[in-house]
C-alpha cells in the first residue's frame, strides 16, 4: 500500500508532538509527503514523511519497511522527533532537504538509542548500519530486545512478538 499527503505523512501517524509516545508499530507502506500550504498561525512551510510518524515526540520498538520520500524532511520511522530507541529501517529514505534513515535532523535534536538500518542517509546520525543479513541472521532481533523476535529461515527481518531470538555475539 501507500500514503500520500501533505506537511505531516506517516504510514501510522501524520503528526504525534505534545508528549504522545508511539510505540510497538511496523509500517510496510510506502509514504509521500509532497509540498504543503504554509500554516496560517506559524508561517510554518515544514513537510514531513516518516514510515511511523510525520513527526512525533518519541517513538519506541517500531520499524519501517516501506520507501519514504519527502519534498523536505523524510526519516525511515519518523520525519521529525526527538527520541527514537529500539527502532528500524530497511526502506529507502529521500529528501530534498534532511533526511535520515531512523529520523531526520531537522531540528537538531534527534536521538536515536539502540537503532539500526540497512541504508545510511547521512553520516552523523547515532544509529548503526547494518546488513541485509544481520536482519535475517536473528543479530538485531536479539540486539532490539524483548518487544522483537524473528523465525530465522522465515522472518526477512525483526518482527514485533515474533519467535524470540538467541543468539551467540561471539
Avoid at 508499530?25 to 504543503?36: F, P, S
Avoid at 538509542?113 to 548503526?128: G, H, L, M, Q, Y
Avoid at 543479513?133 to 512478538?161: C, N, T, W
Wanted: charged letters at 20%; a negative charge; glycine letters at 14%.
Amino acid at each position: 500500500g501507500s500514503v500520500t499527503g501533505c506537511r505531516f505523512v506517516g504510514g501510522i501517524a501524520g503528526k504525534a508532538d505534545y508528549n504522545v509516545f508511539i510505540s510497538e508499530c511496523g509500517n510496510y507502506a510506502d509514504v509521500t509527503a509532497l509540498t504543503a500550504k504554509t500554516d496560517k498561525i506559524s508561517g510554518n512551510t515544514g513537510i514531513y514523511a516518516g514510515g511511523v510518524a510525520g513527526i512525533s515526540d518519541s517513538v519506541i520498538n517500531c520499524y519501517n519497511v516501506g520507501t519514504i520520500k519527502s519534498y523536505m524532511t523524510a526519516g525511515g520511522v519518523t520525519g521529525g522527533t526527538f527520541v527514537a530507541t529500539n527502532c528500524y529501517n530497511i526502506g529507502s529514505v529521500t529528501a530534498s532537504d534532511e533526511a535520515g534513515a531512523i529520523g531526520s535532523n531537522a531540528w537538531n535534536t534527534h536521538e536515536a538509542t539502540n537503532s539500526f538500518s540497512t541504508v545510511a542517509v547521512r553520516d552523523d546520525e547515532p544509529i548503526t548500519i547494518v546488513t541485509d543479513e544481520q536482519m535475517r541472521s536473528g543479530e538485531v532481533a536479539y540486539k532490539l530486545g524483548e518487544a522483537f523476535g524473528q523465525e530465522i529461515g522465515k522472518d526477512e527481518h525483526p518482527v514485533l512478538g515474533g519467535m524470540k531470538v538467541l543468539y551467540d555475539e561471539a
